[in-house]
């Protein structure tokens, strides 16, 4: 017996003929009866349940029949049975399988009813590499094993039949950017009207039917608006006259990043000017999707390529020059490209004065270990007096340094829960009296640990939350952290999980007095909120990627 054999077309018919009786009511899908090789098969408990138009059946009634031996794995939630030739492995939830080894897909995942695991019908006939047919008389599923009688299926009239999606795919692998073209294929029932829709991405695109049953089509990824996404679904729908397929999900997620990489912080600060001839430049890479791909990271100064020479990360680049550079106006160009290939070109000027009778002369700090809440970091600078003086390091900004004595200025600053960083150059910044900004920043990064995050607080919308307009989360959380926030939905029908996916996956920043909000987030397009539950994860994050506890809140919409 080969466990690749497909069912016959003539019992692909049966069974869907089958499944559209079963439909019928949910008196007559509690007296299915299963027969392989027409002896009957007995289950202890939970027997064969028609649901949302596909026939599911206990897995260890049907596999022991066959002389399998059928394991449960607790700590994985996973199935395993197996014959002389015969491999099965399915896990709870997960709507893929393997058999023999090999992937293969299930209509619906495999799903715990009353305490039995079920799996659709269609999966195990094609495991077997059986035919499955229907006996529209005695309401019995019969399974024949290669070389075992041949049932005498007889599909009922398709006058009033359920149009059926037998497969939705899509071309989608790896991340998407901005301007690429995801293409997605349904076959089905003919004569329809056909589309597909991601969630949090697009609503409803249309599919246009190019042969009969096959219903094609395509959806750009925009590139005037950020559009970014991690593990979407892709979800079909079918329609012929009034009737409705039930919603398919595809196999496969996609992940979309339309929005490239961005420059956080960077040093010398544009257009100030510097004493050294050797001054550290550096900038911090900013990017929520994909994340930056170091190797396309290009740093150029006055149009020549330092790379080599600079430390590069997926979080930041420094260089400091090997000779003195030549005074006057110096170009930087920061080129950076992420992962799904959005490429951004950062360009900024700094003028090097060295000698020059005004900025700072000298700068230093305290920060020989890494520091923690309650240190106090003390900064001294010297300069032109009669100034303004600052200064910065991580998500530390903009301390105001006082005048001690003329040219001196100092500052000191308690560290507090989420001042974290692990990059930090401290930057001071001398605005003299005649308005000219001098930069100096420190040769060595600081680090600021101020340990694992609090859990954040999510404030808005809470568990009656009623679903006007777009969805905006709002919370509290540590100041200067940041939080990750992702919006997952379920749509449970009669204990099946039909569709689910991320609706949304971002991380927004968290302001000085602890406040944080998403942008508008479009559920629109979830199946018009009918039975979906959503559930709203909250994850703080500080500089040092340190993660808290996670906060959720869960609540369903309502047609």
Request: avoid cysteine; hydrophobic fraction near 35%; glycine fraction near 12%.
């Amino acid at each position: 017996m080969k466990a690749t054999q497909k069912i016959s077309m003539i019992s692909k018919l049966a069974l869907s003929g089958a499944l559209i009786l079963f439909s019928a009511g949910g008196a007559l899908a509690q007296r299915i009866g299963v027969t392989i090789n027409g002896e009957p098969v007995a289950f202890p408990g939970i027997g064969p349940q028609q649901i949302q138009g596909r026939v599911l059946v206990p897995v260890r009634g049907v596999l022991e029949k066959l002389g399998a031996n059928v394991a449960w794995i607790p700590q994985t939630r996973t199935v395993v049975a197996s014959t002389g030739n015969l491999d099965v492995q399915l896990k709870i939830g997960d709507r893929r399988a393997t058999v023999n080894g090999k992937e293969t897909l299930l209509d619906v995942p495999a799903q715990v009813i009353a305490g039995s695991t079920m799996v659709p019908l269609r999966f195990l006939g094609e495991a077997l590499g059986a035919d499955v047919g229907w006996n529209g008389q005695t309401h019995t599923v019969q399974i024949v094993t290669k070389g075992g009688p041949h049932p005498n299926p007889t599909p009922p009239p398709q006058s009033n039949a359920r149009p059926v999606i037998n497969s939705f795919t899509h071309d989608g692998r790896g991340w998407l950017r901005a301007g690429s073209t995801l293409h997605v294929t349904l076959h089905g029932t003919a004569g329809g009207q056909a589309s597909f829709r991601i969630p949090g991405l697009t609503e409803a695109v249309p599919l246009r039917e190019t042969a009969p049953g096959e219903y094609t089509g395509t959806w750009q990824i925009p590139a005037d608006r950020p559009v970014q996404l991690t593990d979407a679904a892709v979800i079909g729908s079918l329609q012929v006259g009034g009737a409705s397929a039930p919603l398919i999900q595809a196999a496969r997620t996609i992940s979309v990043d339309a929005m490239p990489p961005r420059v956080r912080d960077r040093s010398p600060d544009p257009n100030s000017r510097v004493t050294t001839a050797r001054p550290s430049i550096y900038a911090v890479f900013a990017d929520q999707g994909s994340g930056v791909d170091p190797g396309s990271v290009r740093l150029l100064v006055d149009g020549r390529d330092v790379t080599a020479n600079a430390e590069v990360t997926r979080d930041f680049i420094s260089y400091r020059p090997a000779s003195d550079l030549p005074a006057g106006r110096q170009t930087v160009q920061i080129i950076q490209q992420d992962k799904a290939g959005n490429r951004q070109r950062t360009t900024w000027q700094f003028t090097v004065q060295p000698g020059a009778s005004e900025g700072i002369k000298s700068l230093r700090h305290n920060a020989n270990r890494a520091l923690e809440p309650g240190d106090v970091l003390h900064v001294e600078m010297n300069g032109t007096p009669s100034g303004k003086a600052f200064f910065s390091v991580g998500t530390i900004k903009d301390v105001r340094m006082q005048e001690t004595a003329p040219g001196h200025y100092a500052a000191d600053y308690t560290i507090r829960k989420g001042d974290d960083t692990r990059n930090g150059r401290l930057a001071t910044r001398l605005v003299t009296p005649g308005g000219e900004t001098y930069t100096a920043q420190s040769t060595e990064n600081i680090v600021v640990s101020t340990g694992k995050p609090a859990a954040p607080i999510i404030t808005e919308p809470g568990p009656n939350y009623a679903g006007s307009g777009p969805l905006v989360i709002r919370g509290k959380a540590t100041p200067n952290t940041q939080v990750h926030v992702k919006v997952d939905y379920q749509n449970r029908l009669l204990g099946v999980l039909a569709v689910q996916g991320t609706a949304a996956d971002l991380t927004v920043d968290v302001d000085k007095n602890g406040q944080w909000q998403t942008p508008p987030i479009n559920l629109g397009g979830l199946l018009g909120g009918r039975g979906m539950e959503y559930t709203i994860s909250a994850t703080a994050v500080n500089a040092a990627d340190q993660t808290s506890d996670p906060t959720q809140v869960k609540f369903r919409l309502r047609a």
